[in-house]
Structure formats: C-alpha cells, structure tokens
C-alpha cells in the first residue's frame, strides 16, 4: 500500500455522529496534514499534527498521531451534512507531500 | 488576501496540442508545489519550485513536462504534445518562507481539470 494511505474508504453516517477516519504511513515524516476536498473543488487544510505532538484540536476536528505505529486518525465530533467530502492524510517530508486515496464521507441530514 | 489561483480552471485539448496552466501564488509566498490527481485518487506530488529554481521535480514525468517560476509572473506547468492519459486535475500549492509558524503548510488553489479529447 502507499503512503498515506486512509481507512474506511467510504464512511457515511448520520448527523450529529461522531466520524473517525484513520491513516497509516510508512516513512518517516515531518508532519502530517489533514485536508478536505468537496466534489471538484481543491483542497482545504484542517489541521497540520508535528511527528513530535500526540494530539491535536481544532474546533471539531480531533486529530492523533502515533509515530511508533505510523498511524494517524481524524476525528469529526457533532458532524453536519456539509462535512460531507472527502478527507485526506498527507504525510510531509522535504517539502513533498504525499497523499492517500482519500475517506468519503457522507454525512445523511 | 487572495489565496491560491489557478487558471483556467478548466482546459480542452486534442492530443498533440500543448497545455499551459498558470498558478499564481498566495501574497508572501516564494514556494510553490504542483500536484496531480487522476479521477478516484489522491493527490500525486510532481515538482517543487522557488522563484527562478526547480528544488524538487522527482515527481514530474521525464518527458513532455516542464515547470517554471519565473522571478515575475504566476507559476507555469507546460504540458506538450498532450495525450489522453494527461486528463487529470492539476493542483498547485504554495506556502510561506521558512521560518514561520507556517511554514509547512500548503495552501491549494481549485485546480484546473484538463481534457484531452
């Protein structure tokens, strides 16, 4: 599998749940970003984690990084039918970012 | 502040025809990234530039592409002799110089989708 690589590939719930996406890396890394992307639209970032933090929050969003696992999730707490997009890992390293295949998530109003 | 744009946003060509797409970075910012996504998929990194310099191209095929970031004027990603595995959405980013506190970030424009018929 590739770097940065996302899990579930497709999430859909209702609204008011909670969603968790998760992300598995293979190399080391810098930094991992989360972003999202509407349908045809570019990217947004939400949260950058550094390879020394464990946690991080903004707003809704709840990111954790575990370095010894390579892993990563996104948590989106309260979700509103407008989170629905696809959401992104990106894992950071000389300025090149490398992207998973990405979560779609619905969220059903 | 504007962000990232990207034009045009969206690109027709016939193959052999040439693809020109311009990206001109957010104010402040002396980075810019090119990035590639094909229908399904995630983002694939191609080139890395600062203003008059190509840092990192390992990304961009061997032939037929070429980036540049002249010190004046928007980035461009030249595509020659275009064929229909060219028809993806390219994305270009930007981020500030180092040593701020956002230095690793890259903030992305809205892409320009290329068709190549």
């Known amino acids: 599998s590739q770097q940065g690589e996302e899990d579930p590939q497709a999430l859909s719930i209702q609204e008011g749940e909670n969603a968790t996406m998760n992300c598995s890396y293979k190399?080391?890394?810098?930094?991992l970003q989360w972003y999202r992307q509407n349908s045809g639209r570019g990217l947004v970032h939400l949260i950058l984690?550094?390879?020394?933090?464990r946690e991080k929050h903004s707003g809704r969003l709840r990111v954790t990084l575990d370095t010894s696992k390579k892993s990563s999730s996104l948590l989106i707490t309260a979700s509103r039918a407008a989170d629905t997009a696809s959401y992104f890992c990106?894992?950071?390293?000389?300025?090149?970012?490398?992207f998973g295949s990405g979560t779609q998530l619905t969220v059903l109003p | 502040n504007a962000g990232v744009m990207q034009n045009p946003r969206h690109l027709v060509r016939r193959r052999g025809q040439e693809a020109r797409l311009r990206c001109s970075p957010m104010?402040?910012?002396?980075?810019v990234y090119w990035y590639r996504q094909l229908p399904e998929e995630g983002l694939k990194f191609m080139v890395y530039?600062?203003?008059?310099?190509?840092?990192?191209e390992s990304g961009m095929p061997k032939e037929r592409f070429s980036a540049e970031f002249p010190k004046e004027g928007p980035s461009i990603l030249r595509i020659q002799q275009v064929v229909r595995g060219d028809s993806a959405a390219y994305f270009c980013?930007?981020?500030?110089?180092?040593?701020?506190?956002?230095?690793?970030?890259?903030?992305f424009g809205p892409g320009t989708r290329l068709t190549v018929l």
């Open positions: 980013a930007s981020s500030p110089p180092y040593g701020g506190p956002t230095t690793d970030t890259q903030y």
């Open positions: 190399t080391s890394i810098n930094n």
């Open positions: 984690i550094r390879s020394n933090e």
């Open positions: 990106a894992t950071e390293a000389a300025r090149q970012l490398t």
């Open positions: 104010k402040g910012h002396s980075h």
């Open positions: 530039l600062q203003k008059e310099n190509i840092i990192d």
